[in-house]
């Protein structure tokens, strides 16, 4: 993060804009809608810093810029047309640690100025770190399109009932859970069809009944999918965005648990060959521990949590003890990686099935049938197989694979850092320390891999060193 986004308080308090044209004339106008004290430096003026003068609406100061004209300010706009007119302006305020927006020039400044959607008293700040303008305001112009002016009326609503609100519900808990019904809720669609006296009626009626309610856990088995925050679903990140409290392991990325509430509690439970902060059983009683205590969960799985995620295990304990739960699918790493590599899994000419497995430790692997997995037109995936590939491609060789028998080693897939590595099945062993390919890795086998030199679309020019793109 470039710049920490803050909201100034100007109300009443001096801002000095230096520069008399059209763009001090814009940049002077929030300010003056921020409720700010403004005086306006320059020698000479436009016609709209004329009328708002004459309006009384700001002070004009007509001469060239002096040091001296910041030394009070609480924020000051440079937004002459000379550049050294405005590096002065900056060096001055920065002598006396004001906060200065330098226009165009955001590194010479303070301060920058975003985009802006105003549905007051709800403001939302849209910046790009002044590396693409046009950008902001493209992505403002979506969330114009995206958020009715009405929610205004609604934060007013919300704001005038707070106190109440706290006095009805001491604990934090249910209040919070309070403010969500009135925000999704009967009340919120009476105030967006013009009702706001309805509303307010209906957000009081439910306060008068609500504090008799108790509340009550869940757990929410959330499916994250292999790694890339843009390939939740819409259901994941509402659910993440209510949960109390978050449980996540390794394979969940920091981007999607970012996405998280930012109050919410989190609690690393990652697992790894050799090191189990939690062991299962730990983490299934911590999800019925915390659902019993009235929290919302949720609970984060790499993938899919019913593939290769004990997502079963854990839900069993939930439906034992009686608690609410639900679950919502993801991608799971066979289907993300392989389509981020540009390999199908099934294929009309190459693979008419397709098989998942894990990579288990030699001795976890003994009753497994090698025999089926060897059908022809037949994918094999592995999942957790960077420590055993070497074992299992030989046992699928001694099971009747051909050694020539296509492989992609596919490490982080869907993220920006996918590398993927293409070899034969015999190669294995060469191929995984050619490549030094570390977990999270998953591999391929089969001749749809052959489909990747021609199908092969994301982040080409970062394919692993020896591998095929």
């Known amino acids: 993060?470039?710049?920490?986004?803050?909201?100034?308080?100007?109300?009443?308090?001096?801002?000095?804009?230096?520069?008399?044209?059209?763009?001090?004339?814009?940049?002077?106008?929030?300010?003056?809608?921020?409720?700010?004290?403004?005086?306006?430096?320059?020698?000479?003026?436009?016609?709209?810093?004329?009328?708002?003068?004459?309006?009384?609406?700001?002070?004009?100061?007509?001469?060239?810029?002096?040091?001296?004209?910041?030394?009070?300010?609480?924020f000051v706009i440079a937004a002459s047309d000379d550049e050294s007119v405005n590096d002065a302006v900056a060096i001055a305020a920065r002598t006396h640690h004001v906060l200065v927006n330098v226009v165009d020039r955001p590194r010479s400044g303070t301060v920058i100025m975003p985009s802006i959607v105003d549905r007051s008293p709800v403001v939302i700040a849209v910046g790009t770190g002044g590396r693409a303008p046009i950008l902001a305001r493209m992505l403002r112009a979506k969330l114009e399109s995206m958020i009715p002016r009405a929610y205004g009326d609604l934060a007013d609503v919300l704001g005038s009932l707070r106190e109440r609100v706290r006095?009805?519900?001491?604990?934090?808990?249910?209040?919070?859970?309070?403010?969500?019904?009135?925000?999704?809720?009967?009340?919120?669609?009476?105030?967006?069809?013009?009702?706001?006296?309805?509303?307010?009626?209906a957000l009081e009626q439910e306060l008068a009944t609500d504090t008799t309610v108790t509340t009550s856990g869940a757990v929410y088995l959330i499916g994250t999918g292999?790694?890339?925050?843009?390939?939740?679903?819409?259901?994941?990140?509402?659910?993440?965005?209510?949960?109390?409290?978050?449980?996540?392991?390794?394979?969940?990325?920091?981007?999607?648990?970012?996405?998280?509430?930012?109050?919410?509690?989190?609690?690393?439970?990652?697992?790894?060959?050799?090191?189990?902060?939690?062991?299962q059983s730990e983490i299934n009683q911590l999800l019925v521990t915390l659902a019993r205590g009235g929290k919302r969960?949720?609970?984060?799985?790499?993938?899919?949590?019913?593939?290769?995620?004990?997502?079963?295990?854990?839900?069993?304990?939930?439906?034992?003890?009686?608690?609410?739960?639900?679950?919502?699918?993801?991608?799971?790493?066979?289907?993300?990686?392989?389509?981020?590599?540009?390999?199908?899994?099934?294929?009309?000419?190459?693979?008419?099935?397709?098989?998942?497995?894990?990579?288990?430790?030699?001795?976890?692997?003994?009753?497994?049938?090698?025999?089926?997995?060897?059908?022809?037109?037949?994918?094999?995936?592995?999942?957790?197989?960077?420590?055993?590939?070497d074992y299992t491609a030989k046992r699928l060789i001694e099971a009747g694979l051909a050694p020539s028998t296509p492989l992609a080693l596919i490490e982080r897939g869907t993220l920006a850092e996918q590398r993927v590595a293409v070899g034969t099945l015999d190669q294995a062993a060469d191929l995984a320390q050619r490549s030094a390919a570390r977990p999270p890795l998953l591999a391929i086998i089969g001749s749809v891999v052959r489909l990747r030199d021609k199908l092969a679309w994301f982040g080409r020019e970062r394919c692993a060193a020896g591998s095929e793109p």
């Not at 990325?253 to 970012?258: E, F, K, N, Q, S």
């Not at 608690?323 to 991608?331: N, S």
């Open 1 to 74: 993060m470039d710049y920490l986004p803050l909201f100034l308080d100007l109300r009443g308090r001096p801002c000095v804009v230096v520069g008399g044209g059209q763009v001090a004339a814009r940049k002077l106008g929030l300010l003056l809608r921020a409720g700010a004290r403004v005086t306006v430096v320059a020698p000479q003026l436009c016609a709209e810093i004329e009328q708002r003068a004459q309006a009384a609406e700001l002070a004009v100061v007509r001469r060239p810029f002096a040091a001296a004209d910041v030394a009070s300010a609480a």
């Open 297 to 389: 969960v949720a609970r984060l799985k790499g993938g899919d949590p019913f593939i290769f995620g004990r997502g079963g295990e854990e839900i069993e304990e939930l439906a034992a003890a009686g608690l609410e739960f639900q679950i919502v699918p993801g991608i799971t790493a066979a289907l993300g990686c392989a389509a981020y590599a540009g390999i199908p899994l099934t294929h009309r000419e190459h693979a008419h099935s397709c098989v998942f497995i894990t990579g288990h430790a030699p001795e976890q692997q003994a009753a497994r049938d090698w025999q089926a997995l060897v059908r022809s037109q037949q994918t094999i995936v592995v999942y957790m197989g960077a420590a055993t590939l």
């Open 226 to 279: 292999p790694g890339d925050p843009d390939l939740l679903t819409f259901r994941a990140l509402r659910l993440m965005q209510q949960a109390d409290v978050v449980i996540f392991d390794r394979l969940v990325g920091d981007g999607i648990v970012d996405l998280c509430r930012r109050d919410a509690e989190r609690i690393f439970v990652g697992k790894q060959a050799g090191d189990h902060s939690y062991d």
């Open 167 to 201: 006095d009805a519900l001491p604990d934090p808990l249910p209040r919070r859970r309070f403010w969500e019904r009135a925000l999704d809720g009967p009340a919120a669609e009476l105030l967006f069809a013009g009702r706001r006296a309805d509303a307010v009626r």
